[in-house]
């Protein structure tokens, strides 16, 4: 029956080991897109994503290949991102599957994302079909790789296709395979409809596009449909699949994987996660959901412009249609007006939603300083958590601190490892094991408290291991520690967005650092301006901004034309992202000087 020639299938792999070349040489080899409308990397449709190079968004894509038994299947690939901080979007990419390509770098060897996504995809009892790329690259080592994938990963891979999607090998080996390895979906089609929401965006005209996996039953034009968790009804006006644009279909059954529109215009009732069902023949259960994701770092959003505020709100509404692991609620700053305390699961991520919210919303925006999340006991038994470190309570009020710490595993090779150690004992971190990967590579495990990886750990990791080690990490629950809140004065008027939480041994390493940086930041005005740290009343570091003495532009006069009107451009686009601060033009830079430590 119709259901026997489908697979559905996402790719995964370690950041940058090629999973998006490998998708765009499959929709060539099924002439999914016409060589005209071939780009590279065109599952990415967002701009960001191709300025980038990263996948940040799952896509899903309906494709035909015609394999070598005579019969033509269905495949539903769905691309997914590799960096750690978008694992949320592979977990819900793998559960719309029956299986899961594993691009493994011939001349990297499996890493630490490699890991975590096999994990995810066994979790999900998955089939996995091991892919070995890059054969084409002079330092590719296939054979150790392979030797890698069924040691550390404990699969076997003596099938494993040895492919390079730049020179388009292996691809159709790999298509054999799909067929062969990842079963076909099962559901029946008179059941009563389940179909799991595992993604979703917001069209101006369309309203809300639901991207869902057809568990059991059918779903077509005019149908009622109930989401079983949040009860909101609505009237089906559309279902189809993408390939890679939309194309409308008559019905969606079970197996399908597809987009379904129905004049969706209230956000919050239609969650990833959630089941579809008919209204007048529902289900009687839902299928399982995904796990809510807990943001890992809070920082401030305002926009530069007051009058913004609800546009802010509103833009951030959309996005979060887009990414369930966004989270935000109203907050106000002294220095800064009104804005949201917005939850990341990273910092990659924080940066992504803050561009997403400049280029496609034209908002002019002021982050501040990423936090995590504490745990904080008065010393009237009272339990708070804080993730803004402007609201930590007095530290006469405090008994107590917990911050987060998280698991992090390093893959790096043995001549690194004392440069990784070193680091991470500096980041207060504390050794749990080191395991060999192959003759040439380690695995060394940390408990670290998340706020020192957030600080400048990752930056630290590539330079010192020249771009070599690779790191995960997972949450690990909370910690007792010696913090310090440090304020930040300028013109003794202390701004409450640019406080922050460290270490007591670190602060005033740090206050010095912070305050030196500030100087360099802040623009001269016409009378000194001191800026000095505090923990409490005690000043820790001080400096002054003298006033300035000539205009700052004659600077620009030298150098040629062009470079003038970049430098002048530059400036102007500078002066949005700049605010007053009582007295005090602080610009952007100023709120994520405390992210650089040294
Ligand atoms: P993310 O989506 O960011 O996680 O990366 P990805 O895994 O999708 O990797 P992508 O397809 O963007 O490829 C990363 C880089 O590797 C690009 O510069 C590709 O051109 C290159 N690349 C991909 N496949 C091959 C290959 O077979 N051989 C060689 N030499 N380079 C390749």
Redesign the pocket.
């Known amino acids: 029956e119709r259901q026997k020639n489908i697979r559905n299938f996402s790719i995964v792999?370690h950041?940058?080991?090629?999973?998006?070349?490998i998708a765009d040489r499959i929709l060539e080899l099924t002439h999914t897109v016409t060589a005209r409308e071939m780009q590279d990397?065109l599952l990415d449709s967002m701009e960001l994503e191709r300025e980038r190079?990263?996948?940040i968004k799952m896509n899903s894509v309906e494709l035909h290949y015609d394999a070598e038994d005579g019969e033509t299947y269905i495949f539903h690939l769905i691309d997914t991102?590799?960096?750690v901080d978008f694992q949320y979007e592979v977990s819900r990419a793998l559960a719309a599957g029956e299986g899961a390509v594993l691009?493994v770098d011939a001349a990297q060897g499996v890493e630490a994302q490699t890991l975590s996504n096999v994990y995810l995809a066994l979790d999900n009892d998955l089939e996995i079909v091991p892919l070995i790329?890059?054969i084409?690259?002079p330092a590719a080592q296939p054979e150790v790789v392979r030797e890698e994938i069924e040691d550390v990963i404990g699969i076997d891979a003596s099938e494993a296709v040895l492919?390079?999607?730049?020179?388009g090998i292996g691809i159709q080996e790999l298509l054999e395979q799909v067929v062969k390895t990842v079963p076909a979906p099962d559901g029946e089609l008179d059941a009563p409809l389940k179909a799991l929401i595992f993604d979703s965006a917001y069209d101006p005209y369309r309203g809300v596009v639901l991207t869902v996996r057809v568990r059991e039953g059918v779903v077509k034009v005019g149908d009622k449909i109930k989401m079983m968790h949040s009860g909101a009804e609505y009237e089906v006006t559309e279902v189809g699949v993408n390939s890679p644009k939309p194309v409308a279909r008559e019905f969606l059954g079970a197996g399908d994987v597809g987009y379904i529109t129905a004049s969706i215009k209230d956000i919050k009732s239609t969650q990833s996660g959630d089941t579809i069902t008919l209204a007048n023949n529902p289900a009687s259960e839902p299928l399982e959901g995904y796990r809510q994701m807990t943001p890992m770092v809070y920082s401030g959003l305002y926009p530069t412009d007051n009058a913004k505020f609800t546009d802010l709100r509103e833009a951030l509404e959309k996005l979060q249609l887009n990414d369930a692991a966004l989270e935000f609620e109203p907050e106000t700053s002294q220095a800064l007006g009104f804005g949201f305390r917005t939850g990341f699961l990273g910092l990659l991520h924080m940066d992504v939603i803050q561009e997403r919210l400049e280029r496609e919303f034209d908002l002019d925006l002021i982050t501040t300083a990423p936090s995590v999340t504490y745990h904080v006991t008065k010393t009237d038994g009272e339990q708070v958590d804080v993730s803004n470190p402007a609201e930590m309570p007095e530290v006469s009020a405090i008994r107590y601190i917990e911050e987060p710490y998280v698991h992090a595993s390093i893959m790096v090779p043995n001549d690194y490892v004392g440069t990784v150690m070193e680091l991470a004992q500096r980041k207060r971190g504390e050794f749990d094991t080191m395991d060999y990967i192959d003759a040439a590579r380690v695995n060394v495990k940390y408990y670290m408290p998340l706020s020192e990886i957030i600080f400048d750990f990752f930056d630290k990791l590539k330079s010192g291991t020249r771009g070599y080690a690779s790191l995960d990490y997972e949450p690990a629950g909370y910690r007792q520690s010696d913090l310090v809140t440090i304020d930040i004065l300028l013109n003794s008027q202390k701004i409450d967005a640019l406080s922050f939480i460290v270490h007591r041994d670190f602060a005033a390493e740090r206050g010095r650092i912070i305050t030196g940086k500030l100087k360099n930041i802040i623009p001269r005005q016409n009378f000194e301006i001191p800026v000095q740290a505090a923990i409490g009343a005690k000043i820790i570091a001080r400096t002054n901004i003298k006033a300035y003495r000539k205009d700052v532009t004659s600077k620009i006069h030298t150098g040629d034309p062009d470079r003038r009107a970049k430098l002048l451009d530059k400036q102007k686009r500078g002066k949005a992202r700049m605010k007053s601060v009582g007295t005090v033009d602080v610009p952007q830079e100023a709120f994520m000087a405390v992210l650089k430590t040294d």
Not at 15 to 21: L, Q
Not at 163 to 167: G, Y
């Open positions: 792999a950041i940058d080991h090629g999973k998006s070349t990397q190079g990263i996948t991102p590799g960096h691009v790329n890059k084409d690259l492919a390079s999607a730049k020179q």
